[in-house]
């Protein structure tokens, strides 16, 4: 009998969120009513094309986890909460470990994105699965410099060239894995997923993302969120 294979959502919430500059992690923030990585899980939870989430959290909160998120909101797709690590990439490590073999498609997301829709999850997976590799983004609105250490400008780039990225990232799940465990052994610091897949040479694919994707990162993010909440309401 062949073999069904699923697909996973990796939600990365373990980082310390020292730009949002409280005193406990970020994701634990009310945005409405419910916290930010609430909405998060919320998204996936509801996605008919997710068969399971690996909740990635900070040091010592799985149980906290436990009753404040999953239970009292219910979720039933979260198989797992595992701790995060130091850097984002251990993070995602911690969570792809927590994956078994039966996984096609794996997508990472960033806790702080809670306003990621069911229509970017399904075009991720569509892609991953022709290509193996791709990540939301969006065209840059603004004009960018690149400067030396003087802060002096060297370069202006072609802004029809850049993209602003997002997650979720999409990927084959043996390839990411992989990608991972090969990294491991390397110094380097990735600041997203797709770089570690680019490093061995392989193409990532953009989809469009979203400009209401936001990464809740510094306080003005909340009045932003809090913005893009109320409008989906409206027109709800
Ligand atoms: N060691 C880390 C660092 C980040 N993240 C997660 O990766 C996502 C993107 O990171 P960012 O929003 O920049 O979060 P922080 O690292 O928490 O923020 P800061 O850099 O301000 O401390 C977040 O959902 C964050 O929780 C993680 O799981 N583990
Ligand atoms: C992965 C990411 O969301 C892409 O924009 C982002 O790089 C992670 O955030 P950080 O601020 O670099 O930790």
Not at 7 to 20: D, E, H
Not at 138 to 149: F, L, M
Not at 209 to 219: H, L
Request: glycine share 8%.
């Amino acid at each position: 009998m062949e073999e069904i294979l699923k697909t996973s959502a990796i939600i990365v919430a373990a980082g310390k969120g020292r730009r949002m500059g409280r005193e406990y992690n970020k994701q634990y923030i009310l945005l409405g009513n419910k916290p930010i990585v609430a909405h998060t899980i919320e998204v996936f939870e509801d996605s008919s094309l997710i068969d399971e989430i690996i909740l990635v959290v900070g040091k010592g909160e799985v149980d906290l986890v436990k009753q404040i998120i999953i239970e009292k909101y219910n979720f039933k797709k979260v198989i797992s909460i595992v701790e995060g690590g130091e850097r984002r990439q251990d993070s995602v490590y911690n969570g792809l470990r927590a994956i078994d073999n039966n996984c096609n498609i794996v997508l990472i997301h960033d806790g702080a994105r809670p306003f990621i829709t069911n229509n970017i999850i399904e075009e991720g997976i569509e892609v991953a699965n022709k290509t193996g590799a791709c990540i939301a983004a969006v065209p840059v609105k603004d004009t960018i410099k690149v400067s030396n250490e003087s802060m002096d400008v060297v370069n202006t780039p072609n802004r029809e060239t850049l993209w602003a990225v997002q997650t979720p990232q999409a990927f084959k799940y043996q390839l990411v894995m992989n990608a991972y465990e090969k990294l491991q052994n390397s110094n380097i610091e990735a600041t997203d997923d797709a770089m570690i897949i680019e490093r061995l040479g392989y193409t990532v694919k953009i989809i469009k993302g979203s400009y209401e994707n936001i990464k809740i990162t510094t306080p003005e993010d909340l009045i932003l969120g809090e913005g893009i909440l109320k409008n989906r309401k409206v027109e709800g």
